[in-house]
């Protein structure tokens, strides 16, 4: 498990960076089954994941939601019959923020 589990967001500015190339490289090794997405310029993490019915993937969607909550740090969740779609990226900055990465290794530890 990522040591980006461990961290904690910062609070969300309009000034923060964008994380480089660089850092994009890196970090993203750390969460190998997300995929970047890049929406209207905007770049984004995303992730499927699959459950056996509603009430599992409703579940996930709450606990998504509470980490959320606790970072002050919030997803687009698309919850179906079986299925949560979950992306990550920072409205302020219109970008991906080391936050949007810490966000993800700790969804994939909710499982
Ligand atoms: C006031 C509040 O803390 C901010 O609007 C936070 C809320 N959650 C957020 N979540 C994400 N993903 N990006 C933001 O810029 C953001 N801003």
Known sequence: MSQLTQETCE??????????????????RDIPDWSIEVR???????????FPDFVQAL???NKVGEIAEAEGHHPKLVTEWGSVIVTWW???????????????AKTDKLL
């Open 11 to 28: 609070a969300c500015r309009a000034d923060a960076p964008k994380v480089t190339d660089e850092e994009l490289k890196t970090l993203i």
């Open 40 to 50: 209207d310029g905007v770049m984004q993490l995303e992730k499927h994941f699959a």
């Open 59 to 61: 579940a996930f969607t």
């Open 90 to 104: 920072s409205h302020k900055i219109r970008g991906l923020h080391r936050n949007d990465f810490i966000m993800a």
